[in-house]
């Protein structure tokens, strides 16, 4: 089983390196920069990734100066800013196949042309809720990064090595107010177990393989092959709070292929408002 460590203090850990824009080119921040532009099935998988990223990103930093202690506004929203930076490096990277930017796929494409999931589309909700959809989240992706840093494209392989290290904080940040939560008062526990059933219908279509992971076989790891790993460390995390993944049908989930909760359209309709009202506008 992968090991899991408690999180450092935000102030302490260097996962997230400095945090500036004044003394680094972003264009040679992100990876994927002067390489070779993606395959059109590269591309796609590479939004499905980016998208992932930044519809989290944005749901994370709605708990700024909402979080139940200041330490949480400042955790979350350095979560938030790691998945931004790996949403700009995976759309970078998409838009290389037909010359549009990560602006343009950020703000300019319309709720079905989205590929992320149901999970990262699903309300803040209270922050139990957050907290479990952040457990499924961080546990898949570290074990995609993980699996997708020895990929032979290498592009993708420097976006995820570089990701993989970020995640493991944002995992172990969820595991923490899991087993904090689970294990803290009476409410806190009924609200950790309500947020994990309701979270868990939408675990599903993140493993699930398709016709474009076919065709990128060798390319892109095999989301089933990344089931048994999830599995094996939610279980232990939720047994050593005497609980058990829940038991529930998966839903019918189709965010891969267009079609999205119904969350999702007021979501973008806030991220891309401004850019929007104000096209070709620089600051």
């Known amino acids: 089983m992968t090991a899991l460590r408690r999180p450092q203090h935000p102030a302490e850990a260097d996962v997230h390196g400095e945090v500036t824009v004044d003394d680094v080119e972003l264009s040679a921040e992100l990876a994927g920069e002067g390489g070779r532009a993606a395959s059109a099935d590269a591309a796609e998988y590479a939004l499905r990734l980016g998208d ?9 930093s709605a708990w700024v100066a909402h979080a139940p202690e200041l330490e949480e506004d400042v955790a979350l929203a350095n979560i938030a800013l790691d998945l931004l930076g790996h949403a700009r490096s995976l759309l970078r990277y998409a838009g290389t196949a037909d010359g549009r930017s990560e602006d343009d796929l950020a703000y300019w494409r319309d709720e079905p042309e989205f590929r992320s999931s149901w999970l990262v589309e699903q309300p803040n909700g209270d922050f139990a809720h957050t907290i479990a959809r952040q457990l499924v989240a961080a546990g898949y992706m570290f074990e995609l990064y993980t699996a997708l840093s020895g990929s032979p494209d290498p592009s993708l392989a420097a976006i995820a090595a570089k990701a993989v290290k970020e995640v493991d904080y944002h995992r172990d940040h ?23 059933t309701d979270v868990w219908p939408y675990v599903d279509e993140l493993f699930r393989d398709d016709d474009l992971i076919e065709r990128l076989e060798g390319v892109a790891p095999r989301p089933s092959a990344l089931r048994p790993g999830f599995d094996e460390v939610i279980a232990a995390v939720l ?8 038991s529930v049908q998966p839903s019918m989930a189709g965010g891969r292929r267009g079609e999205h909760f119904s969350t999702l359209g007021v979501l973008l309709a806030e991220m891309q408002v401004l850019a929007r009202q104000h096209p070709g506008a620089t600051w």
């Open 239 to 246: 047994a050593e709070v005497e609980l058990e993944m829940p």
């Open 174 to 196: 969820a595991v923490t107010w899991t087993l904090r939560l689970a294990g803290g008062t009476d409410e806190s526990r009924r609200r950790m177990i309500a947020a994990l």
């Open 52 to 60: 992932d990223a930044l519809i989290l990103s944005q749901q994370l």
